[in-house]
């Protein structure tokens, strides 16, 4: 079982960063145009991840949240490679 267990642990440590290499996260790409990845946070409903093309997140993020609707509000995640 400990053996088991050990296995899955490291083999979640090296997946874990291979994910997260598909987004740009840094401060700067907030401030790029390009499709932005988003966690859409909803409030009665199930939340989800969407992309949103845009000139900045900001735009990107408005433009989501309009579409979104009055419940949920989209939380920046990355810019998309």
Same mark, same amino acid.
């Given at each position: 079982?400990k =053996?088991t267990v050990?296995t +899955? /642990?490291v083999i979640?440590?090296?997946?874990?960063?291979?994910?997260a290499?598909?987004?740009?996260? %840094?401060? @700067?790409?907030?401030?790029?145009?390009g499709?932005h990845?988003?966690?859409v946070? &909803?409030? %009665?409903?199930?939340?989800?991840? /969407? /992309?949103?093309?845009? @000139?900045?997140?900001?735009?990107?993020q +408005?433009a989501l949240?309009? =579409?979104? %609707? =009055?419940? &949920?509000?989209?939380v920046?995640?990355? +810019?998309?490679?």
């Amino acid at each position: 079982m400990k =053996k088991t267990v050990s296995t +899955l /642990a490291v083999i979640a440590m090296f997946s874990l960063p291979q994910a997260a290499v598909a987004l740009d996260s %840094g401060f @700067d790409a907030m401030s790029q145009s390009g499709n932005h990845q988003f966690y859409v946070w &909803c409030t %009665g409903k199930d939340d989800y991840t /969407a /992309a949103q093309s845009g @000139d900045n997140a900001k735009a990107a993020q +408005l433009a989501l949240a309009a =579409k979104s %609707g =009055k419940n &949920c509000w989209p939380v920046w995640q990355g +810019l998309e490679n």
